[in-house]
């Protein structure tokens, strides 16, 4: 580093993102309480399991290979490019750069940054799988979203010089479409194969209520996730950059935060619409579901997932405005996709995520139509036609139809769904009974002290 | 001589690079890693079969089953 003004950038910048890692822990922790909350009483700890134990496999599979994925493929391959190795090479898992390294003291956070969004997009499935999927299957399916799916859109439609960004003029600065509609659509292609729950539909095919067990445990955890969203949002920006430090179009000396696509914004722009989308999806979300609470917190998370595809740049109240819109048209799709094709989506996660994220690219794409979507020369503006692919590329392409395959496969080796006897009895019926004969001899043991 | 290379810090940082211990041995150490991850995979999923054949194979009669079912 050298320079102090350099040092102190390097440092800062260092601080910055490793400070996004613990809060965007509180997400994790969200999902796992929500889950739980969600689930009934004899699938407690193989759901709590199914969502910790994504932790350390997408951890790992992140650093043997989703890392490379995204600095090698942002051309596609093949579309505005070919495969950028020499950019990669330093995000090997072998590279010398991934240990402690006196040369390079920030490569590692950023992996960590990024890694925590791999997290996200693994739990937002898991929770709409619970109580028939296998562990085994469901932590094949993380990896494949997690390290995988994910990581190339990133590559593709949140990179700089991703081709989608240049060709197609995409812009989704804090995720609406490379997180929450990628989730929601591997989603719902995992729950077509897999099938609903046991009970959930009808003879006639009408859909019953199978609800949360806890349902104070899962607005909790809804709340939790606000908390750890705050993470994500600034995880999302480079805190602080030089025009020169960008090398585009941008002139003069005026410092500036940026998007991850290097085109500037400011933290005051993103803590506003945070919170004013946030509290777009939580009026709609009350007043669409007449105040029930799983679907008012839902609504408000939904709220911040469909308008931050273009947070960095609308204003307040297209935020608040933008944000009610995505949640009410969520909120109809769930119950719409579950009557019409019988798609058990136990904790609404296609809807809040997939449906919310895919309408707020499609949103984004008429509001900051004509705003530059890079700094650089020759990339295409922000325009809805763009967005409108962008989402189906997301949504499907690198969402629903992996989810499928992989589901697909898995089904027929058959290790995708639990044995109907095991779903019957409970996740942790073999646990529960162990508690409740450990537990009697405990009683009797204190009965025969009196 | 240490593992890390470094024996003495009386250096410019600028001129050092990896600190950390067996330099060299990355791709043998992530190879490795990656066996056990795949690994871990099998021998979690013949397990979690294992545990379900298990349970049915005890309790997955219709008796148990509504048993467990008024339980809940």
């Known amino acids: 580093m050298e320079g102090n003004l350099n040092a102190l950038t390097t440092v800062f910048t260092e601080f910055y993102y490793w400070a996004t890692i613990p809060l965007m822990f509180f997400i994790h922790i969200g999902f796992c309480m929500y889950e739980?909350?969600?689930s009934r009483r004899r699938n407690h700890l193989h759901t709590l399991m199914k969502n910790t134990m994504l932790?350390?496999?997408?951890?790992i599979t992140f650093f043997f290979f989703g890392w490379w994925l995204y600095w090698a493929m942002p051309n596609g391959p093949f579309i505005t490019g070919g495969l950028d190795t020499a950019s990669a090479e330093a995000?090997?898992?072998?590279?010398?750069?991934?240990?402690?390294n006196t040369g390079d003291?920030?490569?590692g956070v950023f992996w960590a940054a990024f890694l925590l969004f791999s997290w996200t997009a693994a739990s937002i499935v898991s929770g709409s799988v619970i109580e028939r999927i296998k562990s085994g299957a469901f932590w094949i399916l993380a990896v494949v979203i997690g390290s995988v799916a994910w990581i190339i859109d990133a590559a593709w439609g949140w990179h700089s010089g991703g081709w989608m960004v240049q060709l197609l003029g995409y812009h989704d600065a804090y995720a609406s479409g490379v997180i929450h509609a990628i989730a929601g659509g591997f989603a719902l292609g995992v729950l077509v194969v897999l099938g609903p729950r046991l009970g959930k539909f009808a003879r006639d095919g009408s859909p019953r209520d199978i609800t949360p067990h806890n349902p104070w445990l899962v607005c909790l955890g809804l709340f939790m996730i606000y908390a750890g969203f705050w993470g994500f949002y600034v995880a999302c920006n480079v805190p602080i950059i030089d025009p020169g430090g960008i090398g585009g179009q941008i002139t003069g000396d005026t410092w500036t935060a940026t998007t991850i696509y290097l085109t500037p914004t400011t933290l005051g722009a993103i803590t506003v619409n945070f919170l004013m989308s946030l509290s777009g999806g939580l009026l709609v979300g009350y007043l669409a579901s007449k105040g029930n609470p799983f679907w008012t917190y839902s609504g408000g998370l939904a709220g911040i997932i469909t308008a931050s595809a273009g947070n960095d740049l609308y204003h307040p109240i297209h935020a608040m405005i933008i944000g009610g819109i995505g949640t009410y048209?969520?909120?109809?799709?769930?119950?719409?996709v579950e009557q019409k094709f019988k798609i058990d989506d136990a904790v609404g996660a296609v809807a809040v995520h997939g449906y919310a994220g895919f309408i707020g690219l499609v949103i984004c794409g008429f509001v900051l139509w004509g705003h530059p979507s890079s700094p650089y020369e020759g990339f295409a503006a922000i325009n809805p036609l763009g967005q409108f692919a962008g989402a189906i590329i997301m949504f499907f392409v690198l969402g629903f139809v992996?989810?499928?395959?992989?589901?697909?496969?898995?089904?027929?080796?058959?290790?995708l769904r639990i044995p109907r006897q095991?779903?019957?009895l409970g996740l942790d019926f073999a646990s529960n009974r162990e508690e409740q004969a450990a537990a009697a001899d405990v009683r009797a043991t204190e009965k025969a002290a009196v | 001589m240490a593992t890390t290379g470094i024996e003495s810090w009386a250096v410019d940082l600028k001129d050092i690079g990896a600190i950390y211990p067996f330099q060299g041995t990355e791709g043998l150490f992530v190879l490795a890693a990656v066996v056990l991850w795949l690994g871990w995979h099998f021998v979690q999923i013949r397990a979690e079969n294992d545990e379900y054949d298990g349970i049915?194979?005890?309790h997955g009669d219709d008796a148990s089953i509504n048993k467990a079912l008024e339980g809940d």
Do not use: Q
Not at chain 1, 55 to 59: A, F, G, Q, S, Y
Not at chain 1, 402 to 411: D, F, N, R, S
């Open chain 1, 329 to 336: 048209c969520a909120y109809k799709l769930h119950y719409w």
């Open chain 1, 402 to 415: 992996p989810g499928w395959i992989v589901a697909k496969i898995l089904a027929a080796m058959n290790l």
């Open chain 1, 422 to 424: 095991v779903e019957l």
């Open chain 1, 36 to 38: 739980v909350g969600a």
């Open chain 1, 91 to 100: 995000n090997t898992a072998w590279s010398e750069t991934m240990g402690p």
């Open chain 1, 105 to 107: 003291r920030i490569t």
């Open chain 1, 55 to 59: 932790i350390p496999l997408v951890t």
């Open chain 2, 56 to 58: 049915i194979s005890r």
